[in-house]
């Protein structure tokens, strides 16, 4: 077997990347840590971690933030991200709407913001989304070098070889990946873009802003159109060997004698055709959802209870297979839709994830915030900037900031 050219400890220079960044993820989920802290966790020697500590304070992503006093000998020095070295623009595609947020270098949201499209033509979504970057870029009132690049989180696949792409994706969305939107958004901007499927952005989401930030293992569904998946697997996505892992929406199962795609039952799809309202189902914008479900309460909590069953066999199904924390449930549903369904859920079947040391829910619910999806999106051109070997771990047309050039 051949190894990756840029495969862990083939060389130096890889290692030290790699150390940058665990240092990076150490401060980002602790704000401020002195050198003994970082080597306690990291087991880095003291001069391998005097050099990490340097190179990223001379690339300006971190910062000494005081002293500790009261203890013996000289007070230890805390440092911290600094927030402004770095932006990333986060977009959130969905049948008619971009949802777009902006996060800076500690994960700090600065911008939200939502924009209605036409998907009637390729070229106005373009137009329309190139204009919005632009809008968010302004707003922000920084140099573009310091806006890293662009996340795009959108119902698609990662990878384009799989033969049922165009009835897997829907028709837009194969014609939007033959458009190339993410190949012309990174020739526009001069910027790097990061392309992701939705479920996985609302898993990172929750990896960075949710109940993730907890766990090292957990799967996260997401119910929105369809019914997706985002597995975390010691605190980053997994992806599987052809980078499609968490289509989950289509396993099949039983109704009425007919195999069907779970996610026909289990998503926004599906409580719109319970409802009777297959026709208003390109659009669920969350007033206009909420107000659908309110005005048929009944039929709604029919819908609970049915989808529900589908649910607690999809929960033993993750559980016995992957072993996660536990699993978290979020989506485009009303927040009180999601409660019910967690609990219809209840009792969970007995599967291997019932023991004693438990201290996770095994089903429970996420950020029920619109842009947590976006959110996801943004984080990933600032993870990917300062990842060891980015096209390795990420989907990236254009150049990703090198911030280390000169002194490697």
Wanted: a negative charge; one cysteine or more.
């Amino acid at each position: 077997m051949k190894l990756r050219d840029n495969g862990l400890g083939k060389n130096s220079m890889f290692t030290k990347r790699l150390n940058r960044q665990t240092v990076l993820d150490l401060l980002r989920r602790e704000p401020t840590q002195s050198r003994a802290d970082l080597a306690r966790v990291t087991q880095l020697s003291p001069q391998s971690l005097s050099n990490i500590i340097g190179d990223l304070e001379r690339a300006g992503l971190i910062e000494a933030a005081g002293k500790v006093y009261g203890g013996k000998g000289q007070p230890p020095t805390n440092y911290r991200i600094v927030p402004e070295s770095g932006f990333g623009i986060g977009l959130h595609l969905d049948r008619d709407v971009v949802r777009a947020s902006v996060l800076d270098f500690a994960f700090r949201a600065k911008a939200n913001r939502s924009l209605e499209v036409d998907t009637s033509s390729l070229p106005k979504v373009h137009r329309a989304i190139d204009a919005l970057v632009e809008t968010l870029i302004d707003d922000l009132g920084v140099s573009r070098e310091h806006v890293w690049g662009i996340g795009i989180a959108s119902p698609r696949l990662r990878d384009a070889h799989d033969l049922d792409t165009d009835r897997l994706e829907g028709s837009f969305w194969s014609e939007l990946r033959a458009y190339e939107l993410d190949r012309r958004l990174a020739e526009d901007k001069q910027m790097a873009v990061v392309v992701e499927n939705d479920a996985n952005a609302g898993a990172l989401a929750e990896l960075t802003f949710g109940k993730g930030r907890s766990v090292r293992d957990f799967c996260y569904l997401f119910l929105g159109h369809g019914l997706g998946a985002g597995f975390v697997h010691d605190g980053a996505l997994f992806r599987g060997g052809w980078t499609n892992a968490g289509e989950v929406g289509r396993i099949l199962v039983d109704r009425d004698g007919k195999d069907v795609f779970i996610e026909s039952i289990l998503s926004v799809d599906g409580l719109m055709d319970w409802l009777s309202a297959g026709s208003l189902r390109q659009r669920h914008e969350a007033k206009a959802l909420s107000l659908l479900v309110e005005t048929d309460i009944q039929a709604t909590h029919a819908w609970i209870a049915d989808a529900a069953t589908r649910l607690r066999w999809l929960i033993a199904m993750l559980e016995n297979t992957l072993d996660p924390h536990t699993i978290i449930l979020g989506g485009d549903l009303p927040e009180w839709v999601i409660d019910g369904l967690i609990e219809r859920a209840e009792p969970l079947p007995h599967t291997i994830a019932v023991r004693a040391d438990r201290t996770e829910k095994r089903l429970q619910k996420g950020l029920m915030d619109r842009d947590m999806i976006a959110l996801g999106a943004a984080a990933m051109p600032l993870l990917a900037t300062v990842e060891a070997a980015p096209a390795e771990r990420w989907s990236v047309t254009g150049v990703v900031p090198d911030l280390f050039r000169g002194f490697e």
